[in-house]
């Protein structure tokens, strides 16, 4: 027997190092994470404080940032690290994608020396937890549409709006928001605990259950203009932020298709029908065939792009490419799966089912499939068609 990654020999594509820290990465979440991911997801609880300084231990918040206690790593080594957080579980992968992406990276790119100081060391240590405030009820693929206004009063700025489907909301030390300004879309640092500003976690959700998603809710809440970022200005700002996030997701979601495959080629060798192990079955055998070839392609793409990433050569077009390809493909895996483990396929026994529960979101944050069709659409034609 040999295995899926095996098959492409993907090991011989990474180095020594990067290989080290999966296989870290990997044993931590055997030992603190999947003994109780099954319970988190299905009590829709997770201790989020805890892992962060776990996670924050293990070097993998902003691990791809340099200085202000950062790892500095390279990319491939942060895909590898979300490859096996998301083998875990997506929402343990999106805790660290929206704190070392979205938050600490908004910072790192966009902010003053002075916020970088007070933010970043704690938030790589996992000791403050930070989210992203862009998407909102009415304004996700099309964020300039956004409603929330920052407006300057005197020497501070005034903020109104809402947020939706933000990660980490509730758990957050601060918040990156984004608002409508009279000088264009700009971002601002909101602590925890400023008045008017209060966060409303989302219930009753099937998917990403161990995960936290809130609402923020802006109701003047005024900010000195030391909380501006002020490198950034207009959309490009958030955009770039959510670029960094998709690549990890590139990786991400092959995870979770990695798990998944996994469980099913032991489930099959295990599980006997008609008096022979389910795996001896030529159909049985096609799917598991089609889906290693899937993953496989998945997993070079990844690499691929990672390489590209560190060089500095890499274009947003490339990472939808990938997010586009690689999360469809992981979740086309998931079902797959789901339809060889049976009736215990819909059991939380086995991780298909929330894998696959958790994939449906994946599929939509970070861009839609739509979105990034389109994306690859307007650089073949050149013609833009999002409205």
């Known amino acids: 027997m040999t295995t899926p990654t095996a098959l492409f020999a993907f090991d011989t594509l990474l180095t020594e190092e990067e290989r080290e820290i999966r296989t870290t990465v990997r044993r931590v979440c055997d030992r603190e994470i999947r003994p109780h991911v099954a319970e988190w997801f299905e009590t829709g609880e997770l201790p989020a ?3 962060a300084r776990t996670l924050g231990s293990l070097g993998v918040l902003g691990m791809h940032l340099e200085g202000y206690g950062c790892a500095g790593m390279g990319a ?15 929402g343990l992968r999106s805790l660290v994608s929206v704190q070392g992406s979205l938050a600490m990276y908004a910072i790192w790119k966009y902010g003053s020396e002075e916020q970088k100081q007070e933010w970043l060391p704690a938030m ?3 000791e403050r937890i ?4 862009l998407t909102e009820p009415d304004f996700g693929s099309d964020p300039a549409g956004m409603r929330t206004t920052a407006k300057r009063e005197g020497g501070d700025w005034v903020l109104n709006g809402t947020k939706m489907w933000i990660t980490n909301g509730s758990v957050s030390d601060v918040a990156v928001v984004w608002a409508r300004t009279d000088e264009g879309v700009r971002g601002f640092l909101v602590p925890a ?5 209060t966060v409303n976690d989302v219930k009753h959700k099937i998917s990403l259950r161990a995960s936290v998603t809130s609402e923020l809710v802006l109701d003047g809440v005024r900010l000195p203009d030391a909380a501006l970022l002020p490198g950034a200005r207009g959309l490009s700002g958030p955009l770039g932020c959510l670029n960094e996030a998709r690549f990890g997701i590139v990786f991400g979601a092959m995870g979770a298709a990695l798990d998944c495959l996994e469980t099913a080629i032991a489930y ?8 022979r192990p389910l795996a001896s079955f030529q159909l049985t055998q096609e799917k598991l065939a089609d889906m290693a070839l899937e993953l496989g392609k998945g997993l070079l793409l990844a690499v691929h792009l990672g390489r590209l990433k ?4 890499i274009t947003p077009e490339q990472v939808s490419a990938g997010k586009l390809n690689n999360v469809r493909e992981a979740l086309e895996i998931a079902r797959k799966c789901r339809t060889l483990l049976g009736a215990s396929g819909i059991t939380l026994e086995y991780p298909v089912i929330r894998h696959s529960v958790n994939l449906e979101s994946v599929l939509t944050y970070e861009g839609t499939s739509e979105i ?16």
């Open 193 to 197: 605990g400023t008045p008017g500003f």
């Open 124 to 126: 790589a240590a996992g």
């Open 76 to 90: 491939v080594s942060y895909g590898l690290a979300c490859l096996e957080l998301e083998a875990a579980d997506s």
């Open 310 to 313: 560190e060089a500095g050569t």
């Open 130 to 133: 930070g989210c992203f405030g």
């Open 372 to 387: 990034h069709s389109l994306v690859l659409g307007k650089a073949l034609t050149g013609i833009a068609a999002f409205h």
């Open 49 to 51: 404080r805890e892992l």
């Open 268 to 275: 099959a060798g295990d599980r006997e029908v008609f008096a």
